[in-house]
């Protein structure tokens, strides 16, 4: 039984990664789950220098769901490189480093500064919906997002990632603006942008008003996107979106997705990555599926 | 020695004031570990409710291999908690975040100052202390909870801010009215409180050990939720900001900006 997944020349020993910003650098979570089962680490966004983030309260549960709004804080490339991505590398997984920035210029610094990096893939982040209205408006630009793909791929010395955001008309024509751009894959969805209200307190519930849906409650949503992006382009597509257990990523690998990413469920139980790929696997088993690539984008 | 996720059995569960419960968890795992002013993470039932709970451990008996917490209803969550049974099942993990420097306060005087629902660990705090231990609890109005708990192990003070127990006002107010002396101060309760207590202690030159609260999502130092802001930069966000929930909750006072 084959559960390898190749994602442009990077083979993955499953198509089980953690979503950035859910997993950390990993660290907190080798205390429950053994890091050398996953087919890849996704590390939290890093960008040039430290980043302080967003004010308290950062995040917010809602039915089935939570939204955050943290504002990408990261204690710089630097730090990072110098003392996370060293401890990751110890492990038997593969690392994909977010990369998160204000401006073009401000990608093109970390991208530049991971090269030589023991990175196997780098994710970059055009989509985070709690940075600055103008800086969201590059996701959702397929000019911008084709533009800003190529200027990284000239200078990215890893396989690049486009992490796309959802708040979008057309998700096809974006993820075939970062195709056009010369991007490896495609990553989706990032969080929906919502707001909730405390009413109690007459106020919002996150000190930023706005932040990022995701959980089961979004998985719809993201399964339907992801369906959508593989149908419009030949990259690879990395879905993520509420998956919380094995049935919910096999959506995801059904609808087109090559790989696959557990976020929010991280905080619900820290077991739930290795719990998805073992039942993956027992799911591949039960209906005798002798390589999951068997089933990438199999319902059409 | 690591953090455990397991199922609960509840031992019993009380209300020990309006929308004060006590549960008694059995956790064995977690209690063999546990120390004082840790938390653990209590799960909802619910799947809607995807978020843990953090609340604070009021009691350890490693013996019993036996949790104790104290939580006040604060939403759907905490009231779901309440409507349980002994002998129904809660996911918990913990212990989680650092307790207060026991070692601090060896053959020391000591406040262990509490309000409201920053009371409960003061309880196993108190059991522990090698040292001369004042409980100071501030509660809203006479309906005190963990009143014996706490006198079993110090003086314990009271203040109400209606002023039906002890004194009329909060813990630095009973603190003033009583003439109280100590050399460390430990203190968990609402954000105000704490902010005063840490003047107090600055004003006094005081040691002062503060637990702080925030929202949180995964409890172990990962998604960067429950940050409070930090006087210096943090070793590990290498901004100002640090992680209430691995790096505290308790801090000392003079560490954090509130």
């Known amino acids: 039984m084959n559960m390898k997944v190749n994602i442009a020349g990077v083979e993955l020993k499953n198509p089980v990664m953690t979503a950035s910003g859910t997993f950390g650098s990993g660290a907190e979570y080798s205390e ?20 302080e983030g967003n004010p308290t309260p950062r995040i917010a549960e809602i039915s089935s769901g939570m939204m955050n709004a943290i504002g990408l804080q990261n204690p710089g490339v630097e730090v990072f490189c110098k003392r996370d991505l060293p401890e990751l590398a110890k492990y038997d997984t593969k690392v994909i480093v977010n ?12 991208v530049e500064r991971l090269a030589e990096e023991p990175a196997d893939m780098l994710e970059i982040n055009i989509s985070c919906p709690n940075v600055n209205a103008n800086f969201l408006a590059f996701g959702q630009d397929p000019k911008h997002v084709e533009e800003l793909t190529g200027q990284i791929k000239k200078i990215a010395k890893q396989p690049v990632i486009m992490k796309l955001t959802p708040n979008v008309t057309d998700i096809g024509e974006i993820a075939r603006a970062a195709e056009a751009g010369g991007a490896d894959a495609v990553s989706l969805i990032n969080t929906l942008t919502g707001m909730k209200i405390d009413v109690n307190r007459r106020t919002f519930a996150l000190a930023n008003k706005t932040g990022g849906v995701s959980g089961p409650c979004v998985k719809p949503v993201a399964v339907r996107m992801v369906y959508q992006a593989a149908q419009a382009v030949k990259i690879p597509v990395i879905g993520m979106g509420g998956i919380q257990n094995a049935e919910d990523a096999l959506e995801f690998i059904l609808a087109g997705a090559t790989a696959v990413s557990v976020g929010t469920a991280n905080f619900m139980n820290p077991y739930t990555t290795v719990e998805v790929i073992e039942g993956i696997a027992e799911y591949m088993k039960k209906n005798k599926v002798e390589d999951i690539r068997e089933l990438i984008g199999a319902v059409r | 020695m690591a953090k455990v996720k397991m199922i609960s059995r509840i ?62 209803i604060a939403g759907k969550g905490t009231a779901e908690f309440a409507g349980m049974e002994p002998g129904e099942t809660l996911e918990i993990l ?125 409890g172990i130092g990962a998604c960067l939720a429950c940050v409070c802001k930090s006087k210096e930069v943090d070793h590990h966000s290498n901004v100002k900001n640090k992680r209430i929930c691995k790096d505290g909750p308790v801090f000392l006072s003079t560490e954090v900006e509130l």
């Open chain 2, 94 to 218: 913990g212990p989680l975040g650092n307790g207060f420097p026991m070692e601090e306060i060896r053959g020391k005087r000591v406040f262990l100052m509490g309000g409201g629902i920053g009371i409960p660990p003061m309880v196993q705090t108190a059991r522990e202390a090698e040292a001369d231990v004042t409980v100071i609890a501030g509660y809203r109005n006479s309906d005190i909870f963990l009143k014996e708990e706490l006198a079993a192990n110090g003086r314990l003070v009271i203040a109400t801010e209606d002023g039906s127990v002890g004194t009329k006002g909060n813990v630095l107010d009973a603190v003033r009215e009583n003439s109280l002396q100590a050399d460390v101060i430990f203190a968990c309760g609402p954000t105000p409180m704490l902010r005063a207590i840490k003047a107090y202690a600055l004003e006094h030159q005081m040691i002062c050990y503060l637990s702080m609260e925030e929202r949180m999502a995964c």
């Open chain 1, 32 to 51: 429950f789950v053994d890091l050398n089962r996953l087919g890849a680490v996704v590390t939290k966004g890093v960008a040039d220098v430290p980043w």
């Open chain 2, 11 to 72: 031992i019993s569960q009380d209300l020990l004031a309006p929308d004060i419960y006590s549960l008694w968890l059995s956790a064995d795992e977690i209690a063999a570990q546990a120390k004082p002013g840790q938390f653990i993470s209590v799960y909802c039932n619910d799947s809607g409710r995807i978020l843990p709970r953090p609340i604070s451990i009021c009691e350890i008996d490693r013996e019993r291999g036996a949790l104790r917490i104290v939580y006040r």
């Open chain 1, 99 to 110: 990369v998160c920035g204000h401006s073009p210029k401000e990608y093109l610094t970390v």
